[in-house]
């Protein structure tokens, strides 16, 4: 099958499309044909090899976690779809990868929402498994009033919408060409860097309860400072989080939080509803990835970046 791969940690410039062995749908998965799937932060850091001694892999390894596409095969004890069924989901996070191919095998999955788009489903339920996690290790509930700090990202977008379902306000932190875009999907903007606390204080004057980093822009020392201990702020870009007391949230290696993948089926309702899209930062085919992935890295891309088959 034509899969994107690299056999060499790197810059972007490592990746290339190339021919691989095809995967199969093991007990309690499907595989699909990939129609779209999603680049990540978590792609390029794996990719520039910032995770290897955390999570080893065989390389040449493809890359990506999120697909869309029409189930194919499906495996043993699988019973809640069939062969043809439109699906979006995420594959195995002990893998990395997997999904920026022509097929993909996916260990979690929901009826694709007709709302959505190829490409939106495409490059949504890692996020959404991701937003999830976070909501709920911060206990978002209604009444929550929670700031996100990198809120016009991929992550960011998804866990406002997913946050103001459960009854949270939400502020978030924004480029200001992005405050009308975070404002549209339900968050308050505001813009990031000094002068927050004083900013935050201004827009919610009883103050935050909780806090989400999406950014790993070094923000932390500010962060915290807006809430009334570490533990109610958690980062999922910060490597250095534990040194303000912060919890560094990931989905695999060691140490990783259980995955929400309830979160997945849940947002998929919510898209039927529609109170629920996935905004697109923007499309690109495999033999483009590299570009997808220097967009990714830039920090720059308002919504998911995604890989068209």
Known sequence: MKALQFSTYGPASVLEVSEAP??????????????ASGVNPADTYVRAGRFQEWIPLRLPHVPG?????????????VTTVRVG??????????????????????????PKPASLSWEQAGGAAGNIETATRVLDLL??????????????????????????????????TASDRNHSFVASLGAVPTTYGS??????????????????????????????RLVASPER???????????????????????A???????????????????????????????EAAAAHELSESRHARGKIVLKA
């Open 233 to 255: 702020v958690v980062s999922i870009a910060d490597i250095n989080a534990a040194a303000y007391g912060v919890h560094l949230s990931r989905g695999s290696g060691p140490g």
């Open 85 to 110: 069924d439109e699906v979006f989901g995420i594959t195995d996070y002990a893998q990395m990868g997997g999904a920026n191919a022509e097929y993909a095998v996916l260990a979690a999955w929901a």
């Open 257 to 287: 939080d259980a995955p929400a993948l309830e979160g997945i089926a849940a947002a998929g309702n919510l898209a039927e509803q529609d109170r629920f899209t996935v905004p697109v930062a923007a499309v690109f085919s495999l033999e």
């Open 65 to 77: 976690v999120d697909a869309a596409g029409v189930v194919d095969e499906v495996g043993d004890g």
């Open 139 to 172: 206990g978002v509930k209604d009444g929550t009033t929670l700031l996100i700090e990198g809120a016009a990202g991929g992550v960011g977008t998804t866990a406002i919408q997913l946050a103001v379902a459960r009854g949270a306000a939400v502020i978030g």
């Open 22 to 35: 095809e995967p199969h749908a093991g007990p309690g998965q499907v595989r699909v044909t990939v129609r």
């Open 195 to 224: 002068g927050l606390a004083e900013r935050v204080a201004d827009l919610m004057p009883g103050g935050v309860d909780v806090v989400l980093d999406c950014a790993g822009s070094g923000s932390l020392p500010d962060l915290v």
